[in-house]
């Protein structure tokens, strides 16, 4: 609703004084000065400073942190109880005209100017003014004196009374000449006004001296200006006396007199002799509003098109935007051309946040097309008026809405999304893995799906045989309920198989499993590749071509960086080492070991690039079974690339290395001990679970869901038994990405936040610290110059702090790193993870207990550029310590945030009974954290008594979280912070929200949208910052975050390990109901991402789950998300059971929990909408009746002409469904009424030919 749009009046961004040209002195106390940042660093004596603007001389002043006008800093003139008042004396000038600044006190308090002529030996006064009243005010005072060496002197009025800021400080220089001054060169945008209508007011000052003449102000047309806020015109008159005029204030509003789009111009200010000066104005000419709004209808609605018909409305034009899966949350601004509307919903121009523009001009009804099958489309219809230009006005509120949903379209849903079948023998099989693939709504009814497996792989529908590269699986009535599909891997030649297995057919789109595996060759003996070996600080890369197998050895550019190939040998011999490498760099050396004792170096020349290959021999000494070679990193220089190894002699056994792990309560076993095996060697593994839990799955290098295991020793392994007191982790979201300012771009990360993931995919899996801490030392490069790879860390089970290890475990200069633990129990106890100068890192799944200093230590070295992009998702922190494991000693922070450490996300945190819980921002002096973004959301709060956070300076965004029973306080922005803290639920917390603490100075702090349950009041402050700025973002209604968060938070939720599994959608709740003697299934989502869509089964008590319907998904959305689905089909009265199957457009399906109804038998009158709506020529119509009788169903015209009785009769209790043909009658609107004894109904269908 556009009315006469006032603009704030108040200060405004001070624009170069306009004097001469230019201001001699531009002072903003932020860098290039020795200024002291702290107030117990305040000179008690009158000292002198070097700026970038001259020597400042200082007394009981400091550089202050602050966020407003040119942060960091401004001046704090401190109140003074022993000695003079504070002030802060200017540079020695040339001359001075006008000092103009902006001034801060708790309310508004009295700043004193002075001068002196003599190098400071007498002050004279020349006059006050006044700071702002919590905010920062602007203040000019004439001082007209062209004096050499004139300063000028800012003292604290308030003597003892309060501490006051100033800061931009700007002195213009005098002259003799007639000058006017201004304190703004443009006044803000005054907006879109109604033409015939009034702006609201803004203000500035002028002054002048050495004039002639009277100061004439005239402003352009359809503007006006006024020396009282009150009489405008278009112009005024500023009288001089004795040639001057004082500071005065002159506002300006405008005045459209025709609806004509943007109008600018200045606002003049003349006098004799004077330069006239100009300042800008500029505002939005619209028409009048319209009065009413249109209405929108759907017609003829297809798969992937519908007719839209708009009545009603008294707009000349109008907008049609629509948008896939949730409501329009788009409006349009007055006084904007909005382009690039097309009835093709994919070519239309995206207005943001998915809302796509349709139409624009005056049509009323047009075919929408582009649509997908199965998907509901909200609309919204924006009616508007125009004149000439940008002169639009839109009318938003109430505007016409409407949604329709698209028929289902075929679909294929395969899981899972990936098989790995790791390293199998050429020439031999693997163990066969398996797809389940179902359909529905397939065309033609009747046919066949054709499944073809790329190169190496072979399929079948049985276990044993029948293996190909392809097959037909038949269905009939346009579905087919899952079907198990056998892969087998099968490779012919060495090295690495990557394909699809694929699915097509049915009208359906295409599905795809990839496959991944690796042959290798038989016939290479006593030939080793580096893919081979076991190392430290070394990675297999595929960087620079002309290797063998697939991959060499990159070792680390580090000192005891090492790769250790093993092998058997029957004998014992002297042989001659062939080591095939590169070399891009200087000539290097490696030291050679074996079997742990060192048996001197060898060197790697030069071999001109890292595509170059070539080799070095070395002879050695082999001995009788099991032999260790390592070669071992002698420099911190760029080290050799090493592709494989060669020996002569009689055939040496590779060796390959079994690590067995578990996560959760129960034992692992291989039923051969030993920890190297014999390439080929085939182990059976079995997880034994504790009593009270139950095994489910093996994770690792093979991921594998039978107990037991075999396993075939063809490369290094290690696995993971997943045991858990649940039935799994199927049902949880996955998150692939952050969400908030962990995902903005930024310093080089054009993805955001990363972590450890890439296409090598580097993994180590971790059971205790040492090594957790070794590893993570070998990963520093502050310098960035090593080039390491993105690594993944698993953590397995608990660790704890080991003899040898401190208080914090350090994540430092570190990059592109990924810290994950596996399964329910992933646990750190007893130390945190002190994540200093690091980018890009993702801490996920992870218990902290018992920490002595910190759980999380996030620190940016005050350099955002060294610190930034941190995600920590879904850990626990909490003070007690797993059974049987020590407490920890005075425990600080949960997880704090400082430094300067920037773009940083938590999400999904579970903070259980902490005190100090999460501090952002070092201390009041660190003012370099005013950099700082962080997001907090969907984190749980428990009991955790305070900082939750507590912030200074940086800017925090506080999303859907939710606190409860936190005894001092929940959030706290202190230091001029910016908090904006919404979509929260707040239960017994005495102070949810508050703007200082212990009485520093305070932060500015937003809330909205939140729930306050038995809790004190909630503190706010000023203006904060809109997320929305940085980043998309849907705000969860605060009402589920209880029920959502208890369900999500926390660590041990889901197994974050697993490869070959990932839910693409976000599902907050699914309920079941009765009504009228169907079930109605609703379903919300808090986001999605490549969802497909849903299918919904149904099971009885004792019966097998049946697929009952099926809703299109929302793709790929940060939207929440509503689903509805009504199950028509007539039940017999008992107990039933509801899940969904989520697709993922890669054909993942995953299972939800189950729901349960209870039916009856009872039924109520009740007249079901007619399907289809709109139709040709038939529509089915169901009704229940609650007992028999005499019923009728009559059909009249819209003018209330009888055209058809449909039936008339006695009919049974129960639900029914008929059937109309309209084939004799025209096209219109029709009302169908239903009479059963003394019930009535109707309902409207059309009919469209």
């Known amino acids: 609703m556009v009315t006469a749009k006032n603009l704030m009046i108040g200060a405004f961004l001070l624009m170069q004084s306009m004097l001469m040209g230019q201001n001699i002195l531009s002072e903003y106390f932020d860098s290039g000065n020795s200024i002291p940042t702290s107030s117990s660093n305040a000179p008690a004596v009158p000292t002198d400073y070097q700026t970038s603007s001259g020597v400042w001389t200082l007394f009981k002043t400091y550089g202050h942190g602050t966020t407003n006008y040119s942060a960091p800093y401004a001046l704090r003139l401190l109140k003074n109880t022993a000695q003079a008042p504070a002030y802060a004396s200017t540079p020695a000038l040339s001359s001075a005209g006008t000092i103009s600044f902006y001034a801060y006190g708790s309310s508004a308090k009295p700043l004193y100017i002075y001068k002196s002529v003599n190098n400071g030996t007498d002050w004279i006064f020349i006059d006050s003014v006044s700071t702002g009243s919590g905010v920062f005010a602007y203040c000019a005072v004439q001082v007209n004196d062209g004096t050499p060496g004139i300063r000028l002197r800012i003292v604290n009025g308030t003597g003892a009374g309060n501490d006051l800021n100033l800061d931009n400080v700007e002195i213009t220089g005098y002259s003799s000449s007639s000058t006017i001054t201004l304190s703004s060169a443009s006044l803000p945008s005054f907006g879109a006004i109604v033409s015939g209508g009034l702006s609201g007011s803004a203000s500035y000052t002028v002054s002048g001296y050495n004039l002639t003449s009277d100061i004439t102000v005239s402003a352009p047309q359809d503007y006006q200006v006024s020396l009282n806020d009150t009489l405008f015109s278009g112009q005024v008159i500023l009288a001089q006396d004795s040639g001057t005029v004082p500071v005065t204030t002159i506002f300006a509003r405008y005045a459209p007199s025709s609806a004509s789009g943007s109008n600018s111009g200045s606002i ?79 070519s239309a121009a995206d207005l943001g946040g998915g809302n796509r523009l349709l139409l624009n001009g005056s049509m009323r009804d047009t075919v929408i097309t582009g649509l997908e099958g199965g998907t509901t489309y909200h609309f919204a219809v924006f009616e508007y008026m125009e ?240 032999n260790r070679i390592r070669f071992a990193s002698t420099t911190n220089n760029t080290n050799a690339n090493i592709d494989k190894l060669e020996l002569t002699g009689e055939t040496a056994i590779p060796l390959y290395r079994l690590t067995l792990l578990k996560s959760g309560e129960g034992t692992v076993s291989a039923d051969q001990s030993g920890e190297l095996f014999d390439k080929g060697t085939v182990l059976t593994l079995t997880a034994t679970p504790a009593a009270g839990n139950s095994f489910y799955r093996w994770n690792g290098t093979e991921v594998y869901y039978g107990n037991p295991f075999q396993v075939t020793m063809n490369g290094h392994k290690t696995q993971i038994a997943l045991m858990t007191d649940t039935t799994g982790f199927a049902a949880f979201p996955y998150y692939p990405a952050p969400k908030g300012f962990a995902a903005v771009p930024g310093y080089g990360y054009t993805n955001g936040t990363t972590g450890g993931a890439s296409e090598e995919n580097h993994v180590v899996y971790v059971s205790n610290t040492s090594d957790l801490q070794n590893i993570l030392l070998r990963r520093q490069d502050a310098n960035g110059t090593m080039g390491l790879p993105p690594l993944t860390i698993y953590l397995s089970g608990i660790l704890a702090r080991d003899a040898g290890i401190g208080e914090m475990v350090d994540v430092k200069d570190s990059y592109d790193i990924s810290i994950i633990g596996t399964g329910r129990d992933a646990t750190i106890t007893g130390y945190g993870l002190n994540i200093v100068r690091s980018k890009n890192i993702i801490v996920r799944n992870i218990r902290f207990a018992s920490w002595g200093d910190d759980g999380i230590s996030v620190d940016g070295g005050d350099d955002p550029a060294k610190g930034n992009h941190i995600w920590i998702d879904h850990c626990t922190f909490t003070y007690t310590p797993p059974p049987g494991y020590p407490a920890g000693s005075s425990p600080d922070g949960s997880l704090d945030i400082t430094h300067a450490a920037d773009y940083v996300t938590v999400s999904y945190c579970l903070f259980d009974s902490t005190d100090k819980n999460s501090l952002v921002g070092h201390s009041n002096s660190n003012v370099v954290d005013t950099v700082m973004k962080i997001t907090y959301h969907h984190n749980w709060f428990k009991g955790s008594n305070q900082r939750n956070p507590r912030v200074r300076f940086g800017k925090v965004h506080v999303l859907n979280n939710y606190y409860t029973n936190n005894g001092i306080y929940a959030v706290s922005s202190n230091m001029e912070a910016d908090v904006l803290v919404e979509g929260n639920y707040f239960y017994n917390t005495p102070i949810p929200t508050e703007t200082s603490r212990d009485g520093g100075p305070p932060g500015d702090l937003v809330e909205r949208y939140n729930i306050f349950e038995n809790c004190g009041p909630a503190g706010t402050r000023g203006t904060a910052f809109e997320a929305s700025a940085y980043y998309s973002y849907t705000i969860d209604p605060a009402a589920i975050i209880p029920e959502k968060t208890a369900w999500l938070a926390g660590s041990g939720k889901y197994d974050f390990s697993n490869p070959e599994h990932i839910v693409p959608a976000e599902l907050t709740t699914f309920t079941a109901r009765v009504i009228g003697g169907e079930v109605e299934l609703e379903w919300k989502t808090g986001s999605e991402m490549n969802n497909a869509g849903w299918s919904i089964e149904r099971r009885s008590v004792n019966g097998a789950w049946q697929t009952a319907g099926y809703v299109q998904g929302a793709g790929t959305s940060a939207e929440s998300n509503i689903y509805r689905f009504r199950d028509s089909r007539q039940l017999s009265p008992g107990t039933y059971f509801y899940r969904l199957a989520q697709h993922d457009f890669d054909g993942t399906t995953v299972h939800s929990g189950e729901v349960s109804v209870e039916l009856n038998g009872s039924l109520s009158f009740r007249l079901h909408e007619n399907y289809p709506n709109p139709f040709n020529p038939t529509t089915k119509i169901r009704f229940e009746l609650p007992q028999a009788g005499l019923t009728e169903m009559i059909v009249y015209d819209i003018l209330g002409n009888k055209v058809r009785e449909i039936f008339k009769g006695n009919f049974e209790a129960g639900l029914h469904e008929t059937i109309i043909d309209a084939s004799g009658l025209s096209s219109g609107l029709y009302i169908y009424v239903l009479q059963a004894g003394s019930h009535r109904a109707s309902g409207k269908m059309i009919l469209l030919k």
Do not use: C
Request: hydrophobic share 35%; no cysteine.
């Open 268 to 346: 003049s200010h003349s006098s004799s002799g004077a330069a006239t000066q100009q300042s800008y104005v500029t505002g939005t000419a619209i028409a009048a509003e319209p009065a009413s709004a249109s209405a929108i209808g759907f017609f003829a609605t297809a798969g992937n098109s519908t007719y839209i018909q708009i009545t009603g409305g008294d707009g000349m034009k109008r907008l049609v935007v629509a948008r896939k899966s949730a409501s329009v949350n788009w409006t349009p601004a007055d006084g904007v051309i909005y382009t690039g509307e097309s009835a093709d919903f994919t």
């Open 387 to 626: 004149g000439t230009n940008n002169s639009q006005n839109y009318l938003t509120a109430g505007a016409g809405t409407g949604s329709v949903t698209t028929d289902p379209t075929p679909l294929l849903s395969i899981t899972p999304a990936q098989l790995q079948f790791g390293n199998v023998m050429v020439g031999t099989l693997s163990q066969p893995k398996t797809i389940t693939v179902s359909g529905s709504t397939l065309s033609p009814l009747s046919g066949n799906i054709l499944v073809s497996a790329s190169s190496g792989y072979t399929v079948s529908l049985t276990s044993g045989s029948g293996y190909s590269s392809s097959l037909q699986i038949p269905y009939n009535s346009g579905v087919f309920a899952g079907t198990v599909v056998y892969v087998r891997f099968e490779p012919q030649s060495g090295g690495a198989f990557g394909g699809y297995v694929t699915f097509s057919g049915g009208s359906a789109p295409q599905v795809q499993t990839a496959v991944t595996g690796t042959g290798i060759t038989q016939s290479q003996a006593n030939v080793f590749e580096a893919e081979d070996a076991i190392f430290e600080s070394a990675y297999i890369r595929r960087q620079y071509s002309g290797y063998s197998g697939w991959g060499y050895a990159d070792l680390a550019d580090r000192t005891g960086s090492w790769l250790e190939f093993l092998l058997r040998k029957p004998n014992a011999t002297s042989e001659t080492l062939t080591i095939h490498y590169a070399n891009g760099g200087s000539t290097r050396s490696y030291s050679v070991s074996h079997n742990g004792s060192v048996l001197g170096s060898i060197s790697f020349p030069s071999t001109g690039s890292w595509t170059s290959w070539s080799t070095v021999t070395y002879q050695i000494s082999l001995v009788q079974g099991v």
